[in-house]
């Protein structure tokens, strides 16, 4: 019960009237609590306040790969197993990894939520162009969520995205003809013996030829390990190129690099051959190569999940990790 008080009206010599102060509104109830039956007199504002709901945030989307560091007794087979993918999506996406048995304790690996191709955009590259390389719809690059893209039009160079169920490009192949041997005269009269001069250091028209059969090898799968003719790693090029053309090259890059003549950079011609350091850790300064084509272009089995084509010098990773050039012979 609320205390009363007395007031004396003015004017009026006797009467008396008694008066209660004003009671604050109830507040305006929300349907929630009409349906519920709550007395008005009952709720609070701070009691309506309370039953606003938060705004829910949006989950943040998955990466597109996890770093794992190697540990004790891991093998690749092990982690495939362990991360639900095949044993080939972590050997594309390690170029460092020559086969399943090549881990080392401590190393960093690029692991892919599930099976497909790791691949960073270039300049010039084009969502449309990546999705007919590897034989994917536009569509699902775009709806890997880890991706983040909105449109094809989203992606941007040196951007990380994940190709899902991408398939590495089948080589081109390439036509060869055996040339009919010309007819051998019957019983010719023997020649007198001529001393032949000594060969060149660099037969005539050899580096047209070497840029020649490394382009004719566009679109062939990286692998670790490959030689040709229809995969290959980046020395398992460079080696199988100049066999071709009867060099004794070495298999290794370390190897090519000490077998070529060394050359300066502004001398580099085509045919030449160009040499890459810290491309992945290693005790070795010599880690990639490719076959110099000339324009600042460099042709090259770039990398696991990647194939052989040409990239530039003028590109940042490239111009960043370029070590030397060497002239074969």
């Known amino acids: 019960m609320l205390p009363l008080t007395v007031a004396t009206q003015r004017g009026e010599p006797s009467a008396t009237v008694l008066t209660q102060p004003s009671m604050p509104a109830a507040p305006a109830l929300s349907p929630e609590y009409r349906a519920l039956g709550v007395p008005a007199e009952s709720v609070t504002p701070a009691a309506i306040v309370s039953t606003t709901a938060e705004p ?71 969502l449309s162009d990546i999705a007919d390389r590897f034989g994917v719809d536009v569509q699902a690059i775009i709806n890997s969520s880890g991706n983040n893209l909105e449109s094809a039009d989203s992606i941007a160079e040196n951007q990380t995205i994940f190709i899902p169920g991408g398939i590495m490009p089948a080589p081109v192949a390439t036509p060869t003809s055996t040339p009919t041997p010309a007819p051998r005269p019957a019983d010719p009269p023997a020649p007198a013996p001529v001393p032949s001069p000594p060969p060149p250091d660099r037969p005539s028209g050899m580096p047209a030829q070497a840029v020649e059969l490394a382009r004719s090898r566009i679109g062939a799968p990286y692998v670790s390990g490959a030689a040709g003719p229809n995969a290959f790693d980046c020395s398992g090029l460079v080696f199988w190129v100049y066999s071709q ?85």
């Open 56 to 126: 829910t945030p949006e989950p943040s989307p998955p990466p597109v790969y996890i770093v794992y560091t190697v540990e004790e007794g891991d093998t690749v087979g092990g982690l495939a197993a362990r991360f639900g993918i095949a044993s080939s999506s972590i050997l594309w996406n390690n170029p460092q990894l020559e086969n399943g048995d090549s881990l080392a304790l401590g190393e960093y690996l690029r692991i892919p939520m599930s099976d497909g191709i790791i691949y960073d955009v270039g300049p010039g590259d084009t």
């Open 245 to 329: 053309l009867g060099l004794d090259v070495p298999r290794a890059a370390p190897d090519q690099f000490a077998w070529a003549t060394a050359v300066e950079q502004p001398e580099m011609e085509p045919g030449d051959l160009v040499f890459f350091t810290n491309t992945y850790p290693s005790s070795q300064w010599i880690t990639h190569v490719g076959i110099y084509t000339g324009g600042g272009m460099v042709l090259m089995a770039v990398d696991n999940g990647d194939i052989v084509r040409e990239v530039s010098l003028a590109e940042s990773y490239w111009s960043a990790h370029f070590a030397a050039a060497g002239r074969p012979h």
